[in-house]
């Protein structure tokens, strides 16, 4: 059995997670670039910067690569099992309708950015909704690419939209080392050249799949009659969906309006006048900036572990429930949340330790001070701390949504949007900007435990007691990592002022003796999860199939 379970997973889990490696690598190298040019603080730019792309990226994020794959998918691969032509006739239909339906919401939102900026033209304001109208349209080439993507996944091709990402990386790369320094000093006019390179990027992501999908057999043929019913089925769930998988995503869109709107800025009053003038600003300008630091450091593990296994285990989980067998259900998604499990926990608590010397290696230069390299560390190390469950959520949502149930999700997927809420408020004060971090990785918790108690209460048992053992072993390794990391430290400390090779030869220290303690531990525990990852079975024909 785990012979068969690591076939289906080995393939296009290292293909997905490789590609995502890839491009979290080049967007590490870009957030460098983006750090030196416009810095966390100082004008507000980068706090309008990173609020603008959020916005175009997180519906991508939601509507494009999660809830219209998921939702697709399923519909797609049965429309393609029984005729092709119907497959590539709901394809058609679907860039059509997202082309029009995007377009429209596109013009809506450029339309509301030019009625608040004559509204308000303040500082703050204004750099915020001309850096989001030059990004928005974004959006329609984001999710059009998105599309393609979720239909060469569904012909189980991963390598080409595992590598997509990439190309949004090397337009801003390109922007920033090439064309933004040419704009110094002004940093508003460097952001602008970034948007611009991100339209650019999102032109190519979709136009590279279009020969992948004609190779394929796509040929655009628009046929709503034949398709409408497929169509329908693929727009019904939409809404579930988005409720299900969007929560990590919206609970950090919500982490930077609240940051934005609650830092007070330079020379600016430390009351809120839109309170009275009662209560104080919790944060700085730079809040929302250093947030999204946070969040690009916890979406490498997150993405290379937790989605690339989610990715590759929804198509097999589809056929287990088109069968109607639980069993395989609930062992190959009890196989998946240990995988997801033995890599997160180490990958989170690792970032925590390294999260300092780390921050200051990569992004403490030009415009990045070292007090921002400081505020940048604590909030990467507490968005970190729920690394763990940041991975399991996608995994255990398409569980649900293999079995054709897409309303618990949604409704456990609110109860953790008003828990990250409740907490945002009540944290801020104590705890400032880092309070909304902690905030949402306790919301994500609290989400995987009700996600995987509530499936294996109502749709098929998951294995508690190897899930349990995963957790135990795991942990036993996680902590003597640490002490292993904790002992390089007393005996290797940081310099207060150590040149970049000092810094790099510290942060490799850390991070080699830190895996290397935590495999050689799994491995004395006996472990078997690494096994499952790395070996590649070598299976009869005859099973391949099943």
Request: hydrophobic share 55%; proline share 4%; glycine share 8%.
């Amino acid at each position: 059995m785990a012979n068969r379970k690591s076939w289906h997973l080995w393939g296009g889990f290292w293909t997905t997670s490789l590609g995502t490696l890839a491009s979290r690598v080049l967007g590490l190298v870009r957030d460098m670039a983006t750090a030196a040019l416009l810095g966390l603080g100082e004008g507000g730019v980068m706090d309008a910067f990173v609020i603008a792309f959020r916005i175009p990226n997180l519906l991508r994020r939601v509507f494009g690569e999660g809830a219209l794959a998921a939702s697709f998918l399923p519909v797609f691969s049965a429309e393609f099992e029984r005729d092709p032509r119907g497959a590539w006739q709901l394809l058609s239909a679907l860039f059509a309708w997202l082309a029009i339906v995007l377009s429209v919401v596109v013009l809506v939102g450029e339309a509301a950015c030019a009625a608040l900026w004559w509204v308000d033209r303040s500082a703050g304001a204004t750099p915020l909704l001309g850096l989001l109208s030059a990004m928005l349209p974004y959006l329609t080439l984001i999710c059009l690419s998105a599309q393609a993507s979720a239909a060469l996944q569904a012909l189980l091709q991963f390598k080409l939209p595992a590598l997509v990402p990439t190309l949004l990386n090397v337009c801003w790369l390109a922007a920033a080392w090439g064309v933004a320094p040419c704009f110094a000093p002004d940093k508003l006019a460097q952001a602008y050249t970034i948007a611009f390179a991100v339209l650019i990027s999102g032109v190519l992501q979709f136009v590279v799949q279009l020969p992948a999908l004609r190779k394929a057999g796509f040929r655009f043929e628009y046929n709503w009659r034949e398709c409408r019913e497929a169509f329908w089925q693929v727009g019904q769930s939409m809404v579930p969906i988005t409720l299900g998988m969007a929560v990590t995503q919206f609970n950090t869109l919500l982490d930077s309006l609240i940051a934005w709107g609650l830092s007070a800025e330079g020379g600016a009053s430390r009351t809120i006048w839109w309170l009275g003038g009662a209560i104080g600003y919790p944060m700085q300008t730079g809040a929302a900036a250093a947030i999204y630091y946070g969040e690009r450091f916890y979406q490498l593990p997150v993405g290379m572990l937790g989605v690339a296994i989610a990715t590759v285990i929804y198509p097999l989980l589809s056929r287990h429930a088109a069968r109607r067998d639980h069993r395989l259900i609930g062992a190959d998604l009890t196989l998946a949340l240990r995988l997801v499990w033995f890599t997160a926990l180490p990958a989170g608590v690792g970032i925590i330790l390294v999260a300092q010397p780390l921050t200051r290696l990569l992004f403490e230069r030009g415009e990045f001070t070292a007090d921002d390299a400081a505020r940048a560390a604590r909030m990467i190390a507490c968005y970190a701390s729920g690394v763990w469950a940041y991975s399991a959520i996608p995994v255990l949502v398409r569980g649900y949504y293999a079995v054709g149930n897409r309303a618990t999700p949604a409704r456990l997927g609110l109860i953790a949007v008003g828990v990250n809420l409740a907490l945002n408020l009540a944290l801020i004060w104590p705890l400032a900007e880092i309070g909304l971090a902690v905030a949402t990785s306790i919301a994500a918790g609290v989400q995987v435990v009700l996600l995987a108690a509530t499936f294996s209460r109502d749709t098929t048992q998951l294995a508690w007691r190897e899930l349990g053992a995963t957790l135990t072993k795991s942990a036993i390794a996680v902590v003597a990592m640490t002490l292993a990391v904790a002992g390089v430290e007393h005996f290797y400390p940081a310099r207060l002022e150590p040149n970049r090779m000092q810094q790099a030869i510290h942060v490799s220290l850390f991070i080699g003796t830190g895996a290397a303690v935590y495999l050689s531990t799994a491995w004395l525990l006996g472990m078997n999860e690494l096994r499952l990852l790395l070996v590649r079975p070598k299976l009869p024909a005859d099973r391949l199939s099943s």
